[in-house]
């Protein structure tokens, strides 16, 4: 079975701060893991994904298999960054394909 | 700009009526899935399908949801009879092959339910 856990349901942070949102799964094998956000009732895009490694938007993850996280970082916080982050995982073998997202984490910055 | 598309973006209906959502994936995607989200259960996996055929809807209240793929271009998923309890923010998003791929999983807009 696949899992995502997000343990912080509200991250509050004050603009400038640095911000970490925890994600922590639980797969038998080498999953491809995702962050998307979601802007106040809007849909869900695609923040960053572990495969490709890059930095959107400032926020960088790593994934550390031997601590099975995939953490979301970002030095300085901005306002626009209030939000709901999902960390997701896409599995293999008989979840081929399956998306599963964590509960999410609603971040806001204070100016 | 390829986007999936869902309609209606919003229903309000009375408890006990049928409600069918539609969700056209971007072409050439070959998985959709049907998620739910609410406040208190965050986003829920509802059901996905592959090159049209369900993989997963373990997710789904069978005795009154359903969700099908008629055709490459169109999902649906519905509910019959609805119940208060079903409001919530459906989504439908598509991408191409899966594990492996890296590919992007891309998302709707939504529908916004409401049961009263």
């Known amino acids: 079975a696949q899992r995502v856990t997000q343990p912080e349901k509200l991250l509050s942070v004050f603009k400038g701060a640095p911000v970490e949102l925890k994600c922590n799964y639980s797969y038998s094998g080498s999953p491809e893991l995702f962050w998307y956000v979601q802007y106040s009732r809007q849909r869900l895009q695609l923040l960053l994904r572990?495969?490709s490694r890059e930095s959107i938007k400032g926020f960088t993850a790593d994934l550390n298999k031997g601590e099975t996280s995939f953490h979301l970082k970002k030095p300085f916080a901005q306002e626009e960054d209030s939000a709901m982050y999902y960390c997701?995982?896409?599995?293999?073998?008989?979840?081929?394909?399956?998306?599963?997202f964590g509960q999410g984490t609603i971040l806001t910055v204070h100016p | 700009d390829a986007r999936v598309t869902q309609t209606p973006r919003h229903k309000v209906t009375e408890m006990g009526q049928e409600v069918t959502m539609r969700c056209q994936p971007i072409l050439g995607h070959n998985t959709v899935f049907w998620y739910r989200q609410t406040m208190m259960q965050g986003l829920e996996l509802l059901a996905y399908?592959?090159?049209?055929?369900?993989?997963?809807d373990s997710g789904m209240p069978k005795d009154r949801f359903s969700a099908e793929m008629p055709d490459a271009t169109l999902a649906t998923l519905k509910i019959q009879p609805s119940e208060p309890r079903d409001s919530a923010v459906y989504f439908c998003a598509s991408g191409s092959s899966g594990y492996g791929s890296g590919n992007t999983i891309y998302f709707g807009e939504g529908s916004w339910l409401t049961v009263v």
């Open positions: 399908f592959r090159n049209r055929a369900p993989l997963d």
């Open positions: 997701a995982l896409v599995g293999g073998g008989t979840s081929y394909g399956k998306l599963t």
């Open positions: 572990h495969i």
